[in-house]
């Protein structure tokens, strides 16, 4: 039967291009004028410097007075080398279950939580730096044009320009004649051990100037080389940066000669041409229009973060990115890849953003790392499958860590929520069929080969945790399963029940449905209706992490409206004094989540506190408020793209037969934009709220568009 109100609704979509002066079929727009980076020199700090990177290479700009600092980074430089005492015989899943039991937890932070805080290896590597002296001239100001993905240090008229090229792995430094180069080794690595003196061999012009470095850097494991040559035309000098594993010959590589020919013909414009035309198709992939600029230059800074540090072919994104800590040291958490929050966050926003080259690099090297998954599960836990290390090194190895978070098994069903919104976003019937469901599929059938049945029937895993709650401590181990557990567990065998029938596979859905119908309910806490962290133990205090709510954000389980309010009125009463800069994002989102937008925008404002001048999330509180505890500020990223997340919600819901436009849009908000954002079932929205009045239009995966004016309550079915 038609809907006569629906009938009405689809006339005055049919006439809002008349009613309004607006189309969204407008591309979507460059980086809003008001933002970029314009930072007064001079910038002391590593962590405060301008980044840039191409998915492979990244660079930090920074200094003083008359010298500039270039750190450099490569996202697949690594010592890999396993801790010894992961082969002992107590090293696996049934003797952490023993010591627990037993409560021999000496023997259990020998085993699992001592060799990553005792040895300095594993961890990513910061790959040196070049140091650039300019004699006779000052630093005034540091910039970075996010359009161009071009960095800046101003003297005067005089200024030094950097690209990390979006077609070639060569970071490219434009300079002013009288300037000096010249690489100095990371003095981090020598934390490593015995590894030899680095070979630095310098080629020298008539006038004394350096023209070439190539420096082989040895490491504990391997040898990684930088090239630096020093080109073009009289006057305006450039230099050629390249960063590789292994030895480099002496000479140029072929991307750096050709590039160097045009420059030498032409100008440093014509050779980075094909740089600003990446760029230019990045930025119009979608776009946001907020009335509110600091959170509009975050918003279009952290969507840079993305066009820097991930690309198909490349590392993914860990800790720090493209950007290790260049201190002189090695980086906080080793610079490694946590996955129980932090590439999981990192990775969240692109979904809807359209941002494929970042979601997809992702989804690519999971899918390579799945033989040492498989490995993993078969020689720690026992199983067949996959499972992923809540902590792990580059090539997908375990690197221990607070054992009851870094071993959890369901940590990879976190992970693999990547593959299943990618689908859901896409609705691509070959990722669902060669992608999504075999990655899927290998995470829940470990999964399912470790549950175990409880006194009540109910299948359980012998060990549950809630990261992070009771930290390092044998109270952390929880009565199974904690509702970080049920919810990723719920969440996994559901997922895949979906994706079973989607590819008409009825037995496997029954299967997947049956291990799900034999999960115990999420514990919600009688007293105040809120979620708990376990069935045992409700949320008593502030926590940075909200595991114990991942059922509302961002798995979006169904939960009846009065626990998420209760759980989310819970979690604002204890505060924030335990909270880092991640947190803050993440409440924001849960609370856009459910419609609560100004509260949602309070929390997102309170964010920017944990941020840097240069926009990187330093964990800690920068305002000196009080908002927070913790005060300090290593850098990672996970903040940065939860911050987006958050805007996202706040812009655009949708649960694959429902799209809301602005749900949860701060009152203050009286105009504002998107274009070309991803909702669930693969559709493509556009949509613009100008005095209280809303137009737009939805694109569907066959290609139909949709004009829509003023849908009730911001619902659009599709």
Partial sequence: ????????????????????????????????????????????????????????????????????????????????????????????????????????????????????????????????????????????????????????????????????????????????????????????????GPTGLARVVRAVNPDGGTSSILAHIPTATDTFSVAVSRVGRPGRPTLFIEVESGTMPVAATDASRDLSRTIALGSVGEGTRPHRNWWKHFWSLSSVTLPDSALQAQYDFDKYLY????????????????????????????????????????YLAAHVAGLDAAMLGWLDYLEAQLPEFRKFAREFYGVDGAVIPGVMTLSGKPMGGWGMYSLSPTNGAWVAFSFWKQWRMTRDPVLLREHSYPFVREIGSALAALLVPDSTGHLVLPLSSSPEFHDNSIEAFLTPNSNYDQALLRWCFAALHEMAEALDRPDEAAEWQRLRDALAPLAVDPATNALMVARDEPYAASHRHFSHAMAIHPLGLDTPTAVVAATLDQIAAHGTSQWTGYSFAWFAGMLARAGRADSALRYLTDYL???????????????????????????????????????????????????????????????????????????????????GRVIGEIRSPDGTVRRFVDPPGGRIRP
Avoid: C
């Fill in 609 to 691: 506190a944990f941020t840097s001048r240069n926009g990187f999330h330093v964990n800690g509180d920068q305002s000196g408020r009080g908002l927070s505890g913790f005060t300090y500020r290593p850098f990672t990223l996970e903040g940065n793209f939860l911050a987006m997340d958050a805007i996202h919600e706040m812009l655009l819901q949708s649960d694959g037969t429902t799209v809301t436009v602005f749900p949860a849009t701060p009152t203050s908000w009286n105009e504002v934009a998107f274009t070309n954002l991803r909702a669930d079932g693969g559709y493509v929205v556009s949509a613009r709220r100008s005095k």
């Fill in 1 to 192: 039967m038609n809907d006569p109100g629906q009938h009405m609704w689809s006339l005055l979509a049919a006439v809002s291009v008349v009613l309004f002066a607006w189309s969204s079929h407008l591309p979507a727009q460059s980086p809003d004028p008001r933002s970029g980076l314009h930072l007064t020199a001079p910038i002391a700090r590593w962590d405060e410097a301008i980044p840039i990177g191409n998915g492979t290479l990244g660079g930090l700009l920074w200094g003083s007075d008359s010298t500039l600092i270039l750190s450099l980074d490569r996202g697949d430089l690594w010592d890999e080398r396993t801790p010894a005492i992961f082969s002992d015989a107590d090293w696996n899943w049934p003797a952490m279950q023993r010591l627990i039991r037993t409560g021999n937890m000496a023997r259990f932070h020998e085993l699992f939580d001592e060799p990553y805080d005792r040895l300095p290896y594993p961890t990513k590597l910061p790959a040196g730096r070049i140091e650039i002296t300019w004699p006779g001239h000052a630093v005034e100001r540091f910039e970075l044009d996010l359009k161009t993905a071009e960095a800046r240090a101003v003297a005067g008229k005089e200024v030094v320009r950097v690209w990390a090229l979006a077609d070639r792995n060569v970071i490219v430094v434009s300079l002013p004649s009288e300037a000096r180069f010249t690489y100095l080794p990371p003095a981090g690595i020598e934390r490593l």
């Fill in 307 to 346: 066009g820097s540090a991930a690309r198909r072919g490349g590392a993914p994104i860990p800790l720090q990115g493209l950007w290790t800590a260049d201190d002189g040291g090695l980086p906080p958490w080793k610079g490694d890849y946590h996955n129980d929050l932090n590439t999981q966050m990192t």
